[in-house]
């Protein structure tokens, strides 16, 4: 069955420095999302993307992040400069499309750890 | 703003027992999507099952089952038969239907424990 697949699976970062975030979600999805998880709260939505556009984000989701599809693979989620509070699991998703019935489907996400 | 709620934060279940979760959700919109999803220890979130507000049959897949009550807002998950490979954290997640809403909102979760 095909997969989301996120990479790396675990970064380290140290505070105020860029990092880039990679996913590769199913080839023939259209539509592809960034979820975070702080450890032990829930699952936060932060932006969704169609069309080489952001679709909707959240009020996490400020100047600091941005998402790209630098190819047609690809989709990225950056932060400019990381702060403490990013530490958190980031969860790429993709659905096919956004009609009734199309469920997400995750990968396995990456655990940004900022010291 | 839509809500979701899960009010165990921790739930254990004797190999082969039946096991049930609960959610609550609260919203005023009259259709939308609920979820429940799985994330074992790999921490790959697993789509478990999916029920559609209008539809009053509840959700069955497999050994997993839903109760949906829309009147009261509760969407429980029971896992018949459990088994070890279903110890992981539960996540039930509401989704609005409507033009150019995709997100999920998400529970805090239940962390499930199978006893062999």
């Known amino acids: 069955e095909p997969e989301v697949t996120q990479t790396p699976s675990h970064q380290v970062t140290q505070m105020g420095q860029e990092v880039i975030l990679r996913c590769v979600p199913i080839?023939?999805?259209?539509?592809f999302y960034w979820y975070r998880q702080i450890l032990g709260q829930k699952v936060e939505f932060l932006v969704s993307?169609?069309?080489?556009?952001?679709?909707?984000k959240s009020e996490i989701f400020d100047d600091q992040f941005s998402v790209e599809r630098p190819d047609g693979s690809n989709f990225t989620l950056k932060i400019r400069s990381t702060k403490l509070e990013d530490s958190a699991m980031y969860f790429c998703?993709?659905?096919?499309?956004?009609?009734?019935?199309?469920?997400?489907?995750f990968g396995n996400g990456t655990r940004l750890t900022v010291t | 703003a839509q809500t979701v709620t899960q009010s165990q934060p921790e739930m254990s279940v004797q190999e082969a027992e039946t096991v049930t979760l609960s959610c609550t959700y609260d919203?005023?919109?009259?259709?939308?999507?609920l979820f429940w999803y799985k994330q074992p220890p790999s921490r790959q979130m697993i789509l478990v099952i999916r029920?559609?507000?209008?539809?009053?049959q509840n959700a069955t897949e497999n050994r997993f089952s839903v109760n949906f009550q829309k009147a009261a807002k509760s969407f429980s998950l029971k896992i018949s038969d459990s088994q070890l490979g279903d110890a992981a954290m539960y996540f039930c997640?509401?989704?609005?239907?409507?033009?150019?809403?995709?997100?999920?909102?998400f529970g805090k979760g239940t962390k499930l424990s199978v006893i062999p």
């Open positions: 998703a993709s659905s096919l499309d956004r009609v009734r019935d199309s469920p997400l489907h």
């Open positions: 080839s023939n999805h259209l539509y």
């Open positions: 993307f169609y069309n080489n556009e952001i679709s909707e």
């Open positions: 919203t005023s919109e009259s259709d939308y999507y």
């Open positions: 029920q559609e507000a209008y539809k009053q």
């Open positions: 997640a509401y989704r609005r239907i409507g033009a150019g809403s995709y997100q999920l909102t």
